[in-house]
């Protein structure tokens, strides 16, 4: 036994179950889950067949009809004792999520933290009637009814937060849910699947670990009403197309290349390159909304840039475990593999490279931070979503010609705009072809905040009342007058 091993031993299940109307479910079909810092074998699960996904499907169709009539009042406290659950094995969670998916405890808190704020917040939200004045109708009424059971499929960067995500709005709505995470990090979901039965009724929330192939059942099935994904746009792109046999909802959260953009007028060059490091880098930049290209004015290039070199300097990186650790390992080899091809590009292709550029060989994940000199806008590490420690930092000269090169890209997730002119600023993001844009900071997300891609990083919204009327349809009951 590994030590992570023994650590799970004793604290969390040891055999982590699908969940299944209600009932706790063993196969022998085995998945592993590799520790990413250390590269041994934290924990197996069970894999779903053909059989247990449609077992699945049929609980949650059975358990539509009574969650469905329940009032909105009535699902509300069920919703938000599932923050309850979490929150009782909050350290547990913590922990668990980081030697899953290698995030830092800090990191791992954040996320935790998160997923007991989403599931208390959405469970306080309702979505109100409308009534509408039309002649000749003594009563015209729009209201929001459930869908029916909604697939989620997650990834592996925020497994348990993007879980929630989808769960909480759905189940408020009065939807029954399958949930599908990545087959890199099922853990902590199966885990939160299984407590979730102390509070849900028999069906109404399964949880069922696999590889890809399960996530392409729940899109084809003609028992499933919606599918809420998070992944990459190419997966995205073939779950629409699936989705589409029975016209299934879709919400699709999906990559993003997103600029940052640094003006010409910044007060702490220090202070903001930390500020604009964890920008880039937060969860070893395994986020679809890390600044993935760093746009800065050419009168503060350098100083700013030499200002970036010495806080990656800084950083702790290694086993996330370690209380002081800053930025662990990339989650998986496939990912590792994939941004190591792309370090290796940078080298060949003469680039100039400012700090990093070779992955670790010695055991785990770990790729360092690597900061790339005013590459040409044509090289593959601007191009392409890295999804790993590599930040190109681009040098500009002019305002419309900067915008011009930010929106040249087929994302439109998010973006940055950092500097002391907030009119300039906030004129600059108003130019950005991007769902969120944030002034002088990254990565804040709320409940009450709809979140979602232009372009190809998405369709729909998550969170707020615009995401939680995606798992419903609208009625619209009429009376005339007389
Ligand atoms: P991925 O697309 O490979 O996988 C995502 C999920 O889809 C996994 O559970 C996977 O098993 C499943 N899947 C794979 N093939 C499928 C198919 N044909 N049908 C249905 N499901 C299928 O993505 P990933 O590598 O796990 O995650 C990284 C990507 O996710 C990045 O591109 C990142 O930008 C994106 N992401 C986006 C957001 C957002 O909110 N926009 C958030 C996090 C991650």
Known sequence: MNKAQAELEGVFPTRFPLTIDGELIQTLDRGQVINPATESVLADYPKASKHEFEAAIAAAKKAFGPWSR??????????????????????????????????????????????????????????????????????????????????????????????????????????????????????????????????????????????????????????????AFTGSTATGRRVMQSAANNLKRVTLELGGNDPGIVLPEVENIEALAEKLFWAAFQNNAQFCVATKRLYIHESIYEPLSKALVAYAATVKVGNGSNPDTQLGPLQNRMQYEKVSDLLLDARTSGLSILCGGKPNTAGGYFVPVTLIDNPPDTSRCVVEEAFGPVLPLLKYSDIDEVIARANACEYGLAASVWGSNSEQAQAVAQRLEAGTVWINQAHIFSPQVPFGGHKQSGLGIENALEGLAEYTNVQTVMIPEG
């Not at 853990?187 to 509070?199: K, M, S």
């Not at 949880?207 to 059942?217: I, P």
């Open 70 to 227: 329940l009032t909105w009042g009535e699902r509300q406290p069920l919703v938000s004792a599932l923050a309850d659950l979490i929150e009782e094995r909050r350290e547990d969670f913590i922990r668990l999520l980081t030697l899953e998916q290698g995030k830092p405890l800090a990191g791992a808190e954040w996320e935790i933290g998160g997923c007991i704020h989403w599931l208390r917040e959405v469970a306080a939200q309702q979505l109100p009637e409308s009534t509408h004045e039309v002649p000749g109708q003594k009563s015209v009424v729009s209201r929001h009814v459930p869908l029916g059971v909604v697939g989620a499929i997650t990834p592996w960067n925020f497994p348990l937060l993007l879980a929630v995500w989808k769960i909480a709005p759905a189940l408020l709505a009065g939807n029954t849910v399958v949930v599908k995470p990545s087959p890199y990090t099922p853990l902590c979901t199966l885990w939160f699947g299984e407590l979730a039965q102390q509070v849900l009724p028999r069906g109404v929330l399964s949880v069922l670990a696999g590889g890809d192939e399960l996530g392409q059942w729940l899109t084809e099935h003609p028992s499933v009403a919606k599918v």
